[in-house]
């Protein structure tokens, strides 16, 4: 996890990179990386890249991304 933002997927919620993958195609800082055709996992090394613009979110049909800001936990 990064050390100020983590990034959780759902895999019970997520429809699968191959059927979905849209977290993958806007996020503009590469968090979301494919595992073949199932959930894409979040990348440790990207996550405090995040610049919180919500459009992971917004794609998200399912609802499966939650953006967690650990400096305020
Ligand atoms: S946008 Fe949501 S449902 Fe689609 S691949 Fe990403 S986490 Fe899964
Ligand atoms: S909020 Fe924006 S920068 Fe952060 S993971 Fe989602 S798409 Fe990427």
Redesign the pocket.
């Known amino acids: 996890m990064g050390e100020f933002i983590r990034?959780n997927i759902d895999p019970e919620r997520c429809l699968g990179a191959k059927e979905c993958g849209k977290?993958i195609q806007?996020?503009?800082?590469n968090?979301?990386a494919p595992r073949g055709a199932d959930c894409p996992h979040a990348l440790d090394e990207n996550e405090d890249?995040?610049?919180?613009?919500?459009?992971?979110?917004a794609e998200c049909e399912t609802n499966a991304?939650t953006?967690h800001k650990l400096y305020e936990e």
């Open positions: 990034v977290c806007v996020c503009p800082v968090i979301f890249e995040c610049t919180l613009c919500d459009l992971c979110l991304i953006i």
